[in-house]
């Protein structure tokens, strides 16, 4: 620093505070389980949105416990790393072993498993992102403890220090609380969307400690060959989805397609469409898919099983389209449309692409 930046007190003052966050520090190395992980994990370059919103969560918990709020980074740069302590890590554990720069769920496991048995964190958090959902239950059996998923809320009982975790389940329609008492570490991965993202405060301070894990690639039963960029928006982080059901039947299913694009909105599928062929897998809202948190969503031709119930039960509006007026999703929408799609969907993209000052596409025959 020259002596014309130690002339501006503010300036001297943010530069001694980013240079603490590179400072290596000390990690539990007793016998008892302390402090609160934070499983990190990044997405096309940055933190996944799940982890920066786990994070707000993490932090409250970590102040309320008297506890050190922890991060726990494979790969990525020492940049990631400081982001973290931004968002509220006091210290990242950060390896770059080689076989973790893009982590298969089994190598991972292991690597997160050594580290938790020997710096032994008493709360293991992550966010519920599509790697996490395979990893938190394979890690929580390695280590023979509890797991509970699909968070909702995070509470603490600071007497018992014990993680109360807060579920949803049948659609929304019961709320349940559960606590991992007899093992540790406590494991639980919070849904999307569930909390706020945290706050960005770059002169944070915090450390940066590289830690050391013994992997084998030959213990993992898969390669990776490659890796390939989804169209469009993230499904699960899509501001608008709009999703058809079995009932829109291939014939129709152009119908949902332009719908979509007249909203602006991302396309989705219910598990009867996807094995109707009308969409990929890889579009599937439901249990057994991907759950979303849309500000709208719109649901076409789909009964809203409870299945189907548990992947939107983030929408913020709700919209359902079908001639049946006693399908479940229509008592749950805040808007609900009776009547046959094939005659409401094409007068509603007429509307929408009217505003938008788009003509009708040509028919083509």
């Given at each position: 620093?020259?002596?014309?930046?130690?002339?501006?007190?503010?300036?001297?003052?943010?530069?001694?505070?980013?240079?603490?966050?590179?400072?290596?520090?000390?990690?539990?190395?007793?016998?008892?389980?302390?402090?609160?992980?934070?499983?990190?994990?990044?997405?096309?370059?940055?933190?996944?949105?799940?982890?920066?919103?786990?994070?707000?969560?993490?932090?409250?918990?970590?102040?309320?416990?008297?506890?050190?709020?922890?991060?726990?980074?494979?790969?990525?740069?020492?940049?990631?790393?400081?982001?973290?302590?931004?968002?509220?890590?006091?210290?990242?554990?950060?390896?770059?072993?080689?076989?973790?720069?893009?982590?298969?769920?089994?190598?991972?496991?292991?690597?997160?498993?050594?580290?938790?048995?020997?710096?032994?964190?008493?709360?293991?958090?992550?966010?519920?992102?599509?790697?996490?959902?395979?990893?938190?239950?394979?890690?929580?059996?390695?280590?023979?403890?509890?797991?509970?998923?699909?968070?909702?809320?995070?509470?603490?009982?600071?007497?018992?220090?014990?993680?109360?975790?807060?579920?949803?389940?049948?659609?929304?329609?019961?709320?349940?609380?559960?606590?991992?008492?007899?093992?540790?570490?406590?494991?639980?991965?919070?849904?999307?969307?569930?909390?706020?993202?945290?706050?960005?405060?770059?002169?944070?301070?915090?450390?940066?400690?590289?830690?050391?894990?013994?992997?084998?690639?030959?213990?993992?039963?898969?390669?990776?060959?490659?890796?390939?960029?989804?169209?469009?928006?993230?499904?699960?982080?899509?501001?608008?989805?709009?999703?058809?059901?079995?009932?829109?039947?291939?014939?129709?299913?152009?119908?949902?397609?332009?719908?979509?694009?007249?909203?602006?909105?991302?396309?989705?599928?219910?598990?009867?469409?996807?094995?109707?062929?009308?969409?990929?897998?890889?579009?599937?809202?439901?249990?057994?898919?991907?759950?979303?948190?849309?500000?709208?969503?719109v649901g076409v031709g789909l009964s809203g099983s409870l299945d189907h119930q548990d992947g939107i039960a983030g929408a913020r509006t709700l919209v359902a389209v079908n001639k049946d007026r006693e399908a479940p999703l229509m008592a749950l929408a805040d808007y609900a449309l009776v009547g046959d799609l094939a005659e409401i969907l094409p007068s509603?993209?007429?509307?929408?692409?009217?505003?938008?000052?788009?003509?009708?596409?040509?028919?083509t025959r």
């Amino acid at each position: 620093m020259s002596s014309q930046d130690m002339d501006n007190p503010w300036l001297a003052w943010a530069m001694t505070q980013e240079s603490q966050m590179t400072v290596s520090g000390t990690l539990n190395t007793g016998n008892e389980y302390r402090n609160i992980w934070v499983y990190a994990e990044l997405r096309a370059g940055f933190l996944a949105p799940e982890t920066r919103q786990v994070f707000n969560k993490a932090r409250e918990l970590g102040d309320l416990l008297g506890a050190r709020v922890q991060a726990v980074l494979f790969g990525g740069e020492e940049s990631h790393a400081k982001d973290l302590i931004a968002y509220g890590a006091d210290t990242v554990l950060w390896s770059q072993h080689a076989q973790l720069l893009s982590p298969l769920v089994e190598l991972a496991t292991q690597a997160l498993g050594q580290l938790v048995e020997t710096y032994k964190p008493e709360i293991l958090l992550f966010g519920g992102t599509r790697l996490a959902e395979d990893l938190a239950p394979r890690l929580a059996a390695r280590l023979a403890t509890g797991y509970i998923a699909d968070a909702t809320d995070l509470e603490l009982d600071d007497a018992e220090r014990l993680l109360r975790v807060t579920r949803s389940t049948f659609g929304g329609k019961i709320q349940t609380v559960s606590v991992i008492a007899e093992r540790k570490p406590q494991v639980a991965l919070v849904r999307g969307g569930s909390f706020r993202e945290a706050d960005y405060d770059r002169f944070r301070a915090g450390e940066i400690v590289a830690v050391d894990v013994q992997l084998d690639e030959t213990d993992a039963t898969a390669r990776l060959l490659e890796t390939r960029a989804s169209e469009g928006v993230d499904l699960e982080n899509a501001r608008i989805v709009v999703c058809g059901g079995k009932g829109v039947g291939k014939e129709n299913w152009h119908l949902v397609e332009q719908l979509a694009e007249a909203l602006g909105g991302e396309l989705a599928g219910t598990k009867g469409a996807v094995a109707a062929g009308c969409i990929d897998a890889s579009r599937q809202v439901g249990l057994a898919g991907k759950k979303v948190k849309p500000e709208l969503y719109v649901g076409v031709g789909l009964s809203g099983s409870l299945d189907h119930q548990d992947g939107i039960a983030g929408a913020r509006t709700l919209v359902a389209v079908n001639k049946d007026r006693e399908a479940p999703l229509m008592a749950l929408a805040d808007y609900a449309l009776v009547g046959d799609l094939a005659e409401i969907l094409p007068s509603w993209i007429k509307s929408l692409r009217e505003r938008q000052g788009k003509r009708e596409p040509v028919a083509t025959r």
